[in-house]
């Protein structure tokens, strides 16, 4: 069975900081790892999906990276913005129909003007 | 640029009344979900819908729940007889595709009070 844990909770950086987001998994067999973005009280957009066959995906100011053997992704944000406040959540398809997602429990981040 | 759509954004109910939550998924996807979180807790798997039928559901989704694609464009879940904690917001998803490298789109939510 898939577990996801995203440590920390929370975090807080001053506006202009790389944030440094983590997501654990304890099956390697992984298909592939999403991460989300969720505001207060709103939906999860879409940020990134990176592939097993990956170790990086970019977009804009993101990148994420997989490592597999070490059960890990993580997904950086380079010159953080205020805009950038919420929470960050991960996900992996549970088994090989990928029909369902995992998810962690979410990185409440914080940027300080 | 296409986004999955949930009605009402927010719904309060009483204690044992039937709610139905709306969902229009992005036009060209066939396989649709629905998840649910619970204040503070993770985001759960309810159930996954593909051609006219449940592909999959969790242990949460018993006999209270149900899901129907009454015409080409909406995706609903039916709770029967809500409970206290039925209270969650219920996000709904949809893919192109059923398999696992393929991207899942979330709706806005819809949260349900139960009192």
């Known amino acids: 069975k898939q577990e996801v844990t995203q440590i920390p909770a929370a975090l807080s950086v001053p506006e202009g900081e790389n944030l440094v987001l983590n997501c654990s998994f304890t099956d390697s067999a992984i298909y592939n790892l999403q991460w989300f973005r969720q505001d207060p009280g709103k939906g999860l957009t879409s940020l990134l999906l990176?592939?097993?066959?990956?170790r990086e995906q970019t977009s804009g100011r993101l990148n994420a990276s997989l490592d597999k053997s070490s059960g890990r992704s993580t997904l950086y944000i380079a010159a953080s913005q205020p805009g950038d406040s919420a929470t960050y959540l991960c996900?992996?398809?549970?088994?090989?129909?990928?029909?369902?997602?995992?998810f962690g429990g979410g990185t409440r981040v914080l940027v300080k003007p | 640029e296409p986004e999955v759509t949930q009605t009402p954004s927010h719904q309060v109910t009483q204690m044992g009344q039937e709610v139905i939550l709306r969902c229009v998924p992005i036009?060209?996807?066939?396989?649709f979900y629905w998840y649910r979180q619970i204040l503070g807790q993770k985001v759960e798997f309810l159930v996954s819908f593909y051609n006219n039928e449940i592909s999959e559901k969790s242990e949460i989704f018993d006999d209270q729940f149900s899901v129907e694609r009454p015409d080409g464009s909406n995706f609903t879940l039916k709770i029967r007889s809500t409970k206290l904690e039925d209270s969650a917001m219920y996000f709904c998803?949809?893919?192109?595709?059923?398999?696992?490298?393929?991207?899942?789109?979330f709706g806005q939510g819809t949260r349900l009070t139960v009192v």
């Open positions: 990176i592939q097993s066959s990956q």
């Open positions: 036009s060209n996807h066939l396989y």
């Open positions: 998803a949809s893919k192109t595709q059923g398999t696992v490298n393929t991207e899942a789109f």
């Open positions: 996900a992996a398809p549970l088994g090989a129909a990928g029909n369902k997602l995992t």
